[in-house]
């Protein structure tokens, strides 16, 4: 029923913490049984691999002046596929606002407000319902008001920073669509209303129509939730590949196969500025690229569009998202500032059968930017042309 939660100030638990079963069909029963108790099930181990698409080859796959950011990957190439753990909590809490999830026995599951680093670990900044109370610790603005209850088991669609297009196929989808076809129509979605891109892509997964909207915190007999809701684009494993191919499976795809495909990054809410940019494109547009800007067409164009492209150009960050509809052995060189030496798109390229190229760019000194994270860089146009020759194989 409706009521006060029963917590001031709150901490945070891992998905270590709780008691874990090891068949997933015990797993299912404490999901779907109204008695069953909270457990959680591993599904992947934390996992490092040593083969990195193309070798990360000098001149041949990497290009730039100087030493790229991610020198040391030459030497030992290696990306972390993230382990992968479920759990099911007892009457537990949903804010919308911050997708975060709490118990009143265990506090925030740590996953799920992990990306809590973007806003400077202030959830406050994010989620009016919650105050801060301390490092890593936080309190509800208003521990005394209702809480209401829905008597069903709840499976947030994403972790805190869903309102990314990156994060939002990333970050926690997969595994609700696999909990989905395991458990059927006993888990349901929820979260935040939806941005129109967002509930399109809930949609073709078949998980909007019974979906949960919520506006406020939300009690539920149970959330089922996973390690997946953070840090998954940072560090993507196996199953990400699930949203991708139904995606596709379901959207179809255009006709043809071999498009070149540039992505545009110059709207003026992007952090991290190409110089130049017109020069760069103009390149691109000679070698029979398009330019594109994804953000502009509907989720299902996208699918299509990424799904016929065998070369795609695209700057480091949320626009590579839609390499994962990409038919496998298609071709991707990221452009990559050598002050934001990520490597999810690489580690993405290895996951999806994709052949990852990079040109690391040169940024504007480090404390030149008015605003943390804000820089300009700038790629030189012959350094480009011998990438894109490499790329199309006419080098």
Known sequence: MDGPAAFEMIGRFSA?????????????????????????FRHAPDRIVDVVPQGLVVDRTIFGEGQPAIAGLRDEPR????????????DAVLAPDSMAVLSET?????PSVNNLAVWNNRLSSIDPNFRDAGPGAWMLAEPDAAIP??????????????????HFLYDGLAAVVLHRRLLGAAVRAAGR??????????????LLDDYITLDRPTRFRKILTSTMLSFTVS?????????FDQMRFQLGGAPGGARRVMISRDEATNRRIMDHRDVIEAIAVAQGFEIVRP??????????????????????????ANIGFCPPGASVLELQPDRFSDGWTRAACH???????????????EGAESVPGEFHFDIEPDTFRAALAVLLGTG
Do not use: K
């Open 193 to 206: 209303v939806l941005l129109p891109w967002q509930a399109e892509i809930l949609a073709a997964l078949g």
């Open 295 to 320: 953000a502009e067409l509907s989720v299902a164009a996208q699918v299509r569009m990424f799904a016929s492209a065998r070369w795609v150009i695209g700057e480091s960050g949320a626009g590579l």
């Open 79 to 90: 990306h972390r596929l993230a382990q992968v753990v479920s759990l099911v909590l007892r």
């Open 106 to 110: 265990r506090g925030f599951f740590e």
């Open 149 to 166: 209850y829905v008597d069903a088991v709840a499976m947030p669609v994403v972790g805190v920073g869903g309102s990314n297009y990156g």
């Open 16 to 40: 270590e913490s709780v008691p874990a079963v090891s068949r997933f069909a015990a797993f299912r029963r404490a999901v779907l049984d109204p008695d069953g108790a909270e457990c959680a």
């Open 351 to 365: 996951l999806l059968g994709l052949r990852w190229h990079g040109l690391f760019a040169r940024s504007e000194p």
């Open 235 to 243: 560090y993507p494993n196996r199953f990400v590949r699930t949203v």
